[in-house]
């Protein structure tokens, strides 16, 4: 299963990553930026009154590839 990984920066400047599975898996770069500057202009993502999800910082797809023993 691929998985799309979005790579933000939160006010205080750290790396947070918000995780999706089930997203199409032919996204280009202008796709998937436009969907994460959504997601920082809704502001709807807060810690301790500090927005999560404050500024885009990448992206990637991870796949898993999981081997059932028994």
């Known amino acids: 299963m ?3 990984q979005m790579a ?3 006010e205080a400047g750290r790396k ?3 995780k999706l599975n089930l997203v199409k898996e032919d996204l280009d770069e202008t796709a998937t ?3 994460m500057d959504k ?3 809704a502001k709807l993502f807060e810690r301790d009154g500090k927005q999560l999800y404050h500024e ?3 992206a ?3 796949e898993t590839n ?3 023993i028994f």
């Open 16 to 18: 947070t990553t918000l």
């Open 60 to 62: 990637k797809y991870v």
């Open 66 to 68: 999981e081997q059932i």
């Open 33 to 35: 930026r436009a969907a």
């Open 56 to 58: 885009a910082a990448g």
């Open 8 to 10: 933000f920066k939160n």
């Open 39 to 41: 997601i920082v202009a």
């Open 2 to 4: 691929k998985q799309l």
